[in-house]
């Protein structure tokens, strides 16, 4: 049986200028981030403490731990911080580091991994945004396609400088995919699809239900048209395979069976596996009835599902966080904005949240009805853009990924109205619909601005933290390393910076697989100085650090206004500690255990 062609409406190849065109829009991009992030890159303030452990981990690769080891040895010791990180994406930091080295210096040559490295990838997801937006909607909003990025929060700060965690490779992964499940060709659109979120999925467990959603996409094709099983077929097979090679890459085989719902595990794979294989027998079937079509997918689908939750019974509730200790899940997990779904985000966050797809989902409406030939395709766009924002609403910080799928779309419309306000023969007219356009890109703004007008003193609490937060900051720190290698009781998110300046050690950061290091330190801050002590005695904690002025600090202060951190605050300290003073440090305040 022959494989029909996928009717995109404009598959043509895209031409040089076109190429040369994305290249410059790509720079200019780069050009725009660097001066934005020109502070943050010079002050080596890092978005998120997972790029500072990021970097860590790159640094111990390169000085000799195993590739197959990812423990973090100078926390929570004696064992070291189980991580639950893939190696796969740190190749890219390390050759450029290496690469860099030895006309930079360590130091410059991370810097420039730091800084590059981020902007490479925004240049493979400027590339396939262009390329996805010119196959469904033309060369011209193919570029502008690439302008809304320029204005998506939520894709520039995974893409920003210094953010070299995964969550930038995750977005690559799914315009992947989504570029793939609108290919020509079912066979190559279906595998190539299937690998990339293979890859995603080794990344991080996460992507399971964009994988799904991607999936359950070729399954309909299928079930509107017998004939269309190659999407079905090849995709579960490159997904399953994909899968478990890059498992093998990155894991001791070991591994396998480890009881974490964190990662791809045994249980993933198997029930990857016998979907895969179910999903392939049922597309042999010639010409079948839709009900037997049904009954197939429903046995594959099941097969997989009853092997994993056998497999892994404590990961059938679907929360990779599920065996969190309840004290950690309420003072670290539930105040993690990223992590929380829409309704606990602000107003601000959750219209940038959804703002974006919401005009693309309008706009595919509204080409839904004019397209009548291929409505179909519209609706399968319509789908994949709402099961991105359905994640995003969920996950607040997948929200990137649901603004890329919904770049091409969402400019397709905009650039409409700015052509049709160009036909108004009023000027008032004219520029009133020029900036509503505007706005329906970026409904944030005016929001957030009203707020910050209307709650003053929010704001002002808001600029204080960020002032309170150069602290932490890696090069302010510098001064801690006068003191010879210890055991340091430190805040969560101080702990990494702690790291980054020097050989010390810490009892915990903010990562789950740590959990009863991460309960210490929470039950030190906000318990009585007796218990911090108690703590610090059983972990053998040479000094306490911390940052006042925070939002940890905070939490603890206001969790116990008579506690160990309030009182440090208060400038009450108990007498087993003594202030160390230490030039260099920024406001850090440092105590050694008597």
Request: proline share 6%; charged share 15%.
């Amino acid at each position: 049986m022959t494989d029909r062609a996928l009717p995109v409406p404009h598959p043509e190849p895209a031409d040089p200028a076109f190429r040369r065109k994305t290249l410059l829009v790509w720079l200019g991009l780069c050009l725009l981030t660097l001066i934005v992030n020109a502070k943050s890159i010079a002050e080596i303030r890092f978005p998120d403490p997972d790029d500072l452990l990021r970097l860590l981990q790159v640094r111990d690769w390169i000085g000799g731990q195993s590739w197959f080891d990812v423990h973090q040895y100078r926390i929570d010791l004696p064992a070291g911080a189980a991580m639950h990180w893939t190696r796969l994406i740190d190749p890219p930091i390390a050759v450029m580091i290496l690469a860099l080295r030895p006309f930079l210096g360590q130091h410059l040559a991370e810097l420039a991994a730091l800084t590059l490295v981020p902007l490479l990838t925004l240049g493979c997801v400027v590339a396939l945004v262009a390329r996805l937006a010119r196959r469904m909607f033309g060369a011209e909003v193919g570029l502008f396609a690439c302008l809304v990025l320029a204005i998506s929060v939520p894709v520039l700060h995974q893409l920003r400088p210094l953010r070299i965690d995964h969550h930038g490779w995750q977005i690559v992964m799914a315009l992947i995919a989504l570029n793939s499940a609108f290919a020509t060709n079912p066979r190559k659109g279906g595998t190539v699809a299937g690998l990339a979120l293979a890859f995603w999925l080794t990344i991080s467990i996460e992507g399971l239900p964009l994988a799904a959603a991607f999936m359950g996409l070729f399954a309909l094709r299928w079930l509107r048209d017998w004939r269309d099983s190659a999407w079905l077929s090849h995709g579960m097979a490159a997904l399953a395979l994909g899968s478990i090679l890059f498992w093998l890459l990155g894991h001791r085989p070991a591994e396998l069976w480890l009881p974490y719902c964190d990662v791809i595990s045994g249980a993933h794979l198997a029930l990857l596996g016998l979907a895969a294989t179910g999903c392939m027998l049922a597309t042999r079937l010639r010409e079948p009835r839709l009900w037997q079509q049904v009954a197939a997918l429903a046995l594959a689908a099941g097969a997989g599902l009853v092997a994993a939750a056998w497999l892994a019974p404590q990961c059938a509730r679907g929360d990779a966080f599920a065996a969190l200790d309840p004290v950690v899940r309420q003072f670290w997990y539930l105040r993690v904005p990223e992590g929380l779904p829409l309704w606990h985000q602000g107003l601000g966050d959750a219209i940038q949240t959804v703002g974006l797809p919401v005009l693309a989902l309008v706009a595919l409406f509204l080409i839904w009805q004019r397209d009548v030939a291929a409505r179909w395709i519209w609706a399968e766009y319509a789908l994949l853009v709402l099961a991105a924002v359905g994640v995003a609403v969920l996950v607040e910080r997948a929200s990137a990924v649901a603004a890329t799928f919904a770049a091409p779309a969402a400019a397709a419309q905009v650039r409409r109205w700015l052509d049709h306000a160009q036909t108004l023969t009023s000027p008032a007219q004219r520029i009133g619909m020029t900036l509503a356009a505007l706005v329906a890109l970026i409904p944030a703004v005016p929001i957030t601005a009203v707020k910050n007008l209307l709650t003053p003193q929010q704001a002002a609490l808001e600029r204080q933290v960020r002032e309170s937060a150069k602290c932490e900051l890696a090069q302010n720190l510098s001064g801690i390393n006068a003191l010879p290698p210890a055991d340091i009781l430190a805040t969560l998110d101080t702990g990494p910076s702690l790291l980054y300046v020097s050989n010390h050690r810490i009892v915990a950061s903010g990562h789950h697989r740590s959990s009863a290091a991460m309960r210490d330190v929470i039950d030190a801050f906000r318990g009585t100085p007796d218990q911090a002590r108690a703590i610090a005695a059983r972990r053998g904690i040479e000094y306490v650090a911390y940052c006042p002025g925070l939002f940890e600090p905070m939490i603890y202060e206001a969790e116990a206004p008579n506690g160990f951190m309030a009182r440090l605050e208060r400038n009450e300290v108990p007498t087993w500690l003594e202030p160390v003073a230490l030039k260099d440090v920024n406001g850090l305040r440092v105590y050694r255990v008597r």
